[in-house]
DNA sequence: CTGAAAGCGCTTACAG
DNA sequence: CTGAAAGCGCTTACAG
């Protein structure tokens, strides 16, 4: 076995060689890993034998022999070289995954949920973040098509994506989170309508006569926005004020300060996601307002944090791990029976004490 | 240019025929993705100038030629495949990251962290998630290590990882957010005495007499356990209580509970992390306690979610982009100068109101 | 400045 | 049941 090192795979100095110094005498050279060659050779067979043992197929090979194999592959540490196997076969066994921030706990959530759903049915996850930019989303998906993914699940935070161009045109593509319909794409995503109606109605259920709207930057007329309008409207009350902002902590925060900085603020808000809502508590507590004595928040996502807010939001939860289950059937094509273009998945209101009730999860 | 389906890649249906149905007739096939030959061949040059146009070397091509190979790529939309380079190049420019949990906000920051600064160095982040358990984590360190990864950053859950077993030799490994030394490896991590330290030492100079400690599982006497104790006996204090708990809101809303159950609880407490600190909180909200009026926090981490507590938590605030940017560069091997085998960059204590203070970030 | 050729590690149809 | 051989797409030393 020859462990020499290749000219052309040293590691070359990036430093220029300093004169006063004497060069280096030793170059520190990775001892290669183990192929299967080195497997064969050590088990005394050739190198088919070795993959038809490693997946068991698709020749058959006499237990003696692949016991052999077995013992050689074991004492040699071998793990075959995942980019060879994926140019041999066309699969990389790994499946790309954008999301817009992962430092978002909402995004991170979904991520690992994607995570172990791609596990279950044999895949990596290789995670890229868009940081919220659709130049980089686009970027991000060019370079997960590079690196050979056999599916891509993308969080667009673009309302029509434009996509087409960016991926190979065999690439499996599906929109996860996406409420609306996007031509020429699987979409999966919440029943945001009805969400934001059972929630809204909630808040009209315990009696408030004025409801809010704290609305995150979105390119259309919004299905929560449409939910909470819907509700108001059956009811028969008046709209209340929007205030529109961006979906994260501070977003909320500025929103908060904006809507009950003088006391014409409504009774009652429902807040698009518990991000922002986190941010509208904020701001409440620093203009001394008590939640939910002085105003009841709603919030949606039902994401952990939302647990420990003090008191615990009320709050539509995305069931993540059914996203999650779905958006990797379905890249992955084992839906096939799947006709829709899009699956809407149901949403649960979670009450905590956000909305005036008093529940404790 | 033939797009015809091989046979070895064709989509295999999985589902057995049903003798009702009408066997389909078109099978769907993957159209092939573009290949440095196709380039070539619609340049009208050899497959080796494309990959020194691609590179810009390692020799030098004729504008007008470098010209039109360009507008090929351009045309057919190539991008080189990942897999092939990796290898031919024994690199696959990609870093393994492995968290133990992606879904809580300090690892996912770092995360987000790690990944852009090895973009900075022109690596992708391959994510792995040991979920906490340490079989989990030498399996994920196995896949990456099949996946061809240059290096791997790893935030161990172990005391004292031994991994050297799962990796192969060559492979460079470095241990991020690792306050104490483990042989044969880099290590990089906050000073987390001093952190501890200068944040007990804060609640001292508040005047708080009892300094309670709420503690995550670690294998040794922990730096920050060390820290928080230096503080109190500096000071002449007595030992505070201390309450070993997981390193998670709900160990923090458990530890909440038992150290304030009855009257005899401290007036402050130290906190090893923000997740254990907003448990915390929510366990003194149950417990009809205000902070920082009847029990003052300060904790350890510095996460975007302390800073929409409410009060907002001081904490001391791990410096993760240096600490990212230190473990990339300690892997590629960019730090040539380095001799340090473990790495300490200081933690900063930043001032909320949970303490006592009333500073509004 | 350009191209033909070798070889990275793997899988699998084919031949024995 | 086993092995020799082709080829996935790429990079680069070598030859022209």
Redesign the pocket.
């Known amino acids: 076995m020859s462990f020499g090192c ?3 795979r040293a590691g070359t100095r990036t430093t220029l060689p300093d004169p006063t110094k004497v060069a280096p005498v030793t170059v520190p050279t990775n001892p ?2 183990v ?3 080195d ?2 050779r050590y088990a ?9 043992v ?2 068991d ?10 016991a052999r194999v077995r013992e050689a592959i074991r004492v040699l540490g ?4 995942a ?3 994926a ?4 699969s990389s066994k790994m499946l790309g995954l954008i999301v817009p921030e992962l430092d978002n706990p909402f995004w991170s959530e979904l991520a690992v949920a994607v995570t172990h759903a791609a596990a279950a049915r044999g895949y990596d996850v290789l995670l890229a973040n868009s940081d919220g930019d659709a130049a980089q989303e686009r970027e991000r998906l060019r370079s997960l098509s590079a690196r050979q993914v056999d599916g891509v699940i993308v969080t667009s935070i673009m309302t029509h994506p434009d996509l087409s161009t960016v991926t190979d045109p065999g690439l499996p593509m599906v929109l996860l989170n996406t409420f609306f319909e996007v031509p020429e794409y699987a979409s999966i995503g919440v029943d945001a309508l009805r969400g934001a109606l059972d929630g809204t109605r909630h808040l009209v259920e315990h009696g408030y006569g004025s409801i809010g709207l704290v609305m995150g930057h979105t390119g259309s007329m919004e299905l929560r926005e449409q939910g909470w309008m819907r509700a108001l409207r059956e009811a028969g009350l008046p709209d209340g004020p929007i205030v529109r902002t961006a979906f994260t902590r501070r977003g909320g925060y500025e929103a908060g300060l904006r809507m009950f900085a003088d006391d014409t603020g409504p009774r009652a808000v429902f807040v698009s996601s518990d991000m922002q809502a986190i941010g509208v508590m904020r701001a409440l507590w620093e203009l001394g307002l008590r939640v939910p004595e002085d105003v009841a928040i709603v919030s949606f996502d039902g994401a952990a944090e939302a647990d420990y807010t003090n008191p615990q939001l009320t709050t539509v939860r995305q069931p993540i791990e059914t996203m999650a289950v779905a958006a990797v059937d379905r890249v992955l094509g084992l839906d096939a029976d799947n006709q829709w273009h899009r699956d809407l998945v149901p949403a649960e209101l979670v009450l905590g004490a956000s909305c005036g009730c008093d529940v404790r999860r």
């Open positions: 290749r000219s052309s290669r890993a192929t299967r060659a497997v064969a005394g067979v050739s190198t088919s034998v070795v993959s038809y490693v997946h197929g698709p020749r058959p090979v006499a237990p003696a022999t692949a071998y793990r075959p070289n980019s060879a196997q140019l041999r076969t066309g």
